[in-house]
């Protein structure tokens, strides 16, 4: 991954997720999303039911009206693969919660998603890769370490 | 700094006055965010009063002042402030801005704390933002009554009384959608009836904005010590004494107005060190960022590396 090479830098960006299981802080209700959860020994959601009771969400994509109706005082704890729960706090951000309202758990890390700043498109590929064709427009893309949290991809280099 | 001259005087309601000032050299003044409020001099102190307006291409600057202390600023423009009336004032500043990214927006006064929420409700009719109002007076004291009448949105709660509009905000606070952001504004004990409330039903701090009244009246803190810019030449701020006053002593003086953590003007550079901020003026994010304070009232918890001479 390429950094910054230029004279007045843009701080750097990427992922820092959290390194342990975080607790729960205090809400009126809270809902618990898989994001490609596997289960392992650092799986979090076991341990967050024992704290809270809630619901618990199996979502690739979150259903549709998932945001719908929620009042200030809930709040969305996502554990599983890193590239599937940046998807899900992608999708929290975009409906209007903070980070304060977001708690998330890293599972394991297999996948990022990337932005091409040609198309606008999203392409998941696997963690680590170096360049990758894009999904939209099927330029080269190659990442920069500019994540944005908001919307839990890299900007890459089109080519 | 600029003087302004007093346009036009009248009543806001009972014990409040509405002046409106114009710059005294005919100029346009000054675009602002709503929310924010107008340093001004007045009977030898600084205070800051809330702007009415939207602030978008203004005309003149409309402030709401009640009546405090005798022999306070306010008394002073209360008795004092008539039609061609020179006052000097800093720029507008913004403390209580509305989110701009928020779904929804929540207001809440009390009393003379309408003033900031007008200039808020005045942007949310211009640019269609969603707004709910709760408002509570004394009887027989609405303040800028015309004015609510004429901006409130359909949802609006104007309560009497304390216990009253305690209710009506817990009630409007434990039913708002998600990204809803919510705005107080009302004298301290409003303000903590309302972050109570906010905290029992789990909103986040960063959903809440309060815009202060009075600054607080503050301990004398601790001493620290504070190092200039990059000559490392050491300044020794004991109790009681302000960093403000301490980089006088040592012949550096920064720009300043209100000395209460009122008005911004004494903001310093910070490189390094931890910060104790008593202002109302930075936001959450300047805080967390660390690298900036008011010189006037925040202090050191450590050695602090200034970005001054």
Redesign the interface.
């Known amino acids: 991954m390429r950094g910054d090479d230029t004279p007045f830098p843009a701080r750097l960006t990427v992922p820092r997720w959290p390194s342990g299981v975080p607790d729960l802080p205090?809400?009126?209700a809270w809902t618990f999303v898989r994001a490609g959860c596997a289960g392992s020994a650092r799986c979090a959601i076991g341990r967050w039911r024992t704290q809270e009771p809630a619901g618990v969400v199996e979502a690739g994509d979150l259903p549709a009206g998932f945001?719908e109706?929620?009042?200030?005082?809930?709040?969305l704890a996502v554990c599983g693969e890193a590239g599937r729960v940046a998807r899900v706090v992608a999708a929290a951000t975009a409906?209007?919660?903070?980070?304060?309202?977001i708690v998330v758990n890293v599972e394991s890390t297999a996948s990022a998603r990337w932005f091409c700043p040609a198309c606008g498109a999203t392409t998941t590929v696997p963690a680590g890769a170096g360049s990758a064709g894009c999904d939209g427009c099927g330029r080269r893309l190659q990442p920069r370490e500019h994540w944005s949290p908001a919307s839990g991809q890299f900007l890459c280099d089109a080519s | 700094m600029t003087t302004y001259r007093v346009a036009g005087r009248r009543s806001g309601g009972p014990g409040v006055l509405e002046l409106t000032l114009v710059p005294d050299d005919g100029a346009q003044p000054a675009p602002y965010v709503p929310g924010s409020h107008l340093p001004v001099r007045a009977g030898g102190v600084v205070n800051a009063y809330s702007l009415l307006d939207d602030g978008c291409r203004p005309s003149a600057y409309r402030i709401g002042v009640r009546r405090g202390c005798p022999g306070g600023g306010s008394a002073w423009l209360h008795d004092n402030a008539r039609t061609g009336t020179t006052l000097v004032a800093g720029p507008p500043r913004s403390a209580f801005a509305p989110v701009l990214s928020a779904r929804s927006h929540l207001l809440l006064g009390a009393g003379i704390g309408v003033t900031p929420l007008l200039s808020h409700l005045r942007a949310a009719r211009r640019w269609g933002r969603q707004v709910e109002l709760v408002v509570g007076s004394g009887a027989g004291r609405d303040v800028f009554a015309s004015e609510l009448d004429d901006l409130a949105p359909p949802r609006t709660t104007r309560v009497v009384g304390r216990a009253a509009l305690r209710a009506a905000v817990r009630e409007a606070l434990s039913r708002q959608p998600i990204g809803t952001h919510a705005y107080a504004c009302g004298p301290d004990g409003f303000a903590a009836e309302v972050r109570s409330a906010a905290a029992d039903l789990a909103w986040p701090a960063g959903r809440l904005h309060i815009e202060h009244f009075d600054a607080p009246q503050l301990d004398a803190g601790d001493p620290f010590t504070a190092e200039l810019g990059d000559t490392g030449r050491e300044l020794h701020v004991p109790a009681g004494t302000s960093l403000l006053h301490a980089l006088d002593a040592a012949g550096v003086r920064l720009d300043r107005m209100c000395e209460r953590g009122v008005c911004g003007r004494c903001e310093v550079g910070v490189r390094s060190g931890d910060i104790r901020h008593r202002d109302l003026v930075l936001g959450p994010a300047d805080r967390a960022r660390g690298d900036v304070m008011l010189a006037c009232v925040s202090r050191g918890s450590t050695t602090l590396r200034l970005e001054v001479p």
Do not use: K
């Open positions: 205090r809400a009126l945001f109706g929620r009042l200030v005082g809930w709040r409906a209007g919660l903070l980070d304060e309202e």
